[in-house]
């Protein structure tokens, strides 16, 4: 090589890179044929057990097929990129393009290759994302010379699948085991055993004081390395109570922001929408952290943190900060407005108790969520081996 790097026994230099000898490198157009799907209206429509696949997976469910499997659809207008390997009958609609000739290859191998490829990349720049199947065209891909190969690079990364597809349904069950606890035990309908008497309605205001951020700029928020919070991230990155910090400011720019205590409840002070107004994360370790501006603080002594970060963000909750928020395009919500909000709230030990519970189960969800990234992270490296011929299977 002109690099003074020697390829490989068994392996050559091709214009894609270093492939094994008895690979090809071909045409996208030459892996396999793509076709539009087939329109279908409101009016046409049957239910029925046939799944009809858009550019985002299926839709809904028709009384007809148009094609046997197996099947590979992916986006053509829309969602781009997503690639569906298709085992039963099936209707892809007028947003997809369809494998309609595998060309010889194998159907699981050819929908890893579209996926590898990032169809979403042909985009035609269009105000809706649009991928025309001539714009393969001239792109070059190397495939090995035998189904059997094919197959099995096909194989190895179905198992790879199979773990991902397992730990996505883990997740999506105890996301809802979440929800129902949420649900159940922070409006009292379930009780934890040892806890009765009723819970005490009362406002806000009456559960301690509340105070301001101060503003930090996005240009201090790398300033240093003193943790801060600033009213943004409160949307983007936390969720009921802070698990990490993403600002970090210098000690110049610390005095002049708002200095948070462990126990401290930081709801955003504007937002986008009446909706989403006022959502609220708990400060629940004893660390130094700051908080910056169009950040309202409720400092409460009698409360436990955890609970109130889990419980001011429910439905019945946030209903009442969307009532009080002002403003069309930006909307506020300030201390006055937050104080007059009222809750119902279980004795001390029950709301600790409570927030143990829910605070256990996040922390299933984030384990299951590092496994599902490290899964994902397997296969993408499983696909660059595999699919280059890197590490070969035969």
């Not at 068994?10 to 799907?37: F, H, N, S």
């Not at 469910?61 to 499997?69: D, G, S, T």
């Not at 991230?233 to 400011?249: A, G, K, L, V």
């Not at 909307?331 to 256990?360: C, K, M, N, R, W």
Request: hydrophobic share 40%.
């Amino acid at each position: 090589m002109k690099d003074g790097t020697q390829i490989p026994k068994g392996y050559k230099q091709a214009e894609v890179g270093v492939i094994p000898q008895d690979w090809q490198v071909i045409d996208m157009l030459q892996l396999c044929t793509l076709q539009r799907g087939f329109d279908i209206t409101e009016i046409t429509r049957v239910p029925g057990t046939v799944p009809v696949y858009s550019s985002s997976g299926i839709s809904y469910y028709h009384n007809k097929a148009m094609i046997n499997p197996p099947g590979v659809v992916t986006g053509r207008k829309g969602l781009l990129g997503k690639v569906f390997l298709i085992n039963e009958p099936f209707w892809p609609h007028d947003t997809t393009l369809w494998v309609k000739d595998f060309r010889g290859n194998d159907p699981a191998f050819v929908a890893l290759v579209l996926q590898h490829f990032h169809l979403e990349r042909l985009d035609a720049a269009t105000s809706v994302p649009t991928l025309n199947r001539n714009n393969l065209s001239g792109y070059r891909v190397a495939i090995p010379a035998t189904k059997a190969e094919q197959e099995a690079i096909a194989g190895a990364l179905s198992d790879a699948d199979a773990l991902i597809e397992s730990l996505e349904q883990l997740l999506t069950k105890k996301r809802q085991l979440k929800q129902g606890s949420v649900q159940q035990l922070l409006t009292g309908i379930t009780r934890l055993p040892g806890f009765s008497g009723e819970w005490e309605a009362k406002r806000l205001g009456r559960l301690g004081v509340f105070v301001k951020g101060k503003g930090v700029t996005r240009e201090q928020s790398i300033s240093g390395s003193l943790a801060c919070v600033r009213y943004g991230e409160i949307y983007t990155q936390h969720n009921d109570y802070i698990r990490m910090f993403h600002s970090w400011i210098s000690r110049d720019v610390a005095s002049t922001a708002t200095l948070l205590k462990q126990g401290d409840i930081l709801f955003a002070g504007s937002g986008e929408t009446k909706d989403e107004i006022g959502k609220c994360v708990a400060l629940v370790d004893d660390v130094e952290a700051y908080a910056g501006g169009d950040i309202v603080i409720l400092r409460s002594e009698d409360a436990d943190p955890l609970f109130l970060g889990y419980y001011l963000n429910t439905a019945p909750i946030n209903q009442q900060k969307a009532s009080r928020g002002q403003g069309d395009a930006v909307v506020h919500i300030g201390a006055a407005a937050l104080a007059d909000i009222q809750g119902t709230f279980p004795p001390l030990a029950e709301q600790t108790a409570i927030a143990a519970i829910l605070s256990d189960i996040d922390a299933e969800i984030t384990a299951l969520e590092d496994k599902l990234a490290k899964a994902c992270n397997l296969k993408q490296g499983m696909m660059q081996e595999l699919l280059t011929g890197r590490t070969r299977l035969v």
